[in-house]
């Protein structure tokens, strides 16, 4: 499945925004989907994933509460919203998808097959 991420931009603290991986070649639904993000000199981190078909969402714990991932099958998209944004938010925001196993869906970089381009979101103070 190639995958698309768009969305990113320059926001201000506080500010929400809503970050969108578009599959195609294949059913998205199918695959489990996941967006990571990369700051400036770290390494990539794990944001969050759902899991395949109607499957639930589950987050990195600097996400939970402000983040929620979404997705809609009809449109083979992927979400992140991302609420109450601050300069540590700052990052090239990546999706990602696998088709591993419902039940172990994956955290690591190394769990995921198919990325995107990343997406550069900018908050500033």
């Known amino acids: 499945v190639q995958l698309q991420a768009s969305g990113g931009g320059l926001v201000q603290a506080g500010d929400s925004l809503r970050l969108s991986c578009a599959g195609s070649g294949r059913t998205f639904a199918n695959y489990n989907g996941a967006w990571f993000r990369q700051a400036p000199g770290k390494e990539r981190e794990f944001v969050g994933g759902i899991r395949r078909s109607g499957g639930s969402a589950y987050y990195s714990d600097s996400a939970k509460g402000r983040f929620t991932i979404s997705r809609n099958n009809a449109k083979n998209t992927v979400y992140l919203q991302m609420n109450n944004l601050s300069p540590e938010d700052t990052a090239v925001y990546y999706c990602?998808?696998?088709?591993?196993?419902?039940?172990?869906?994956?955290?690591?970089?190394?769990?995921?097959?198919?990325w995107g381009q990343g997406t550069l979101v900018t908050v500033s103070s």
């Open positions: 990602a998808a696998n088709a591993r196993p419902f039940s172990d869906p994956g955290y690591n970089v190394g769990d995921w097959i198919y």
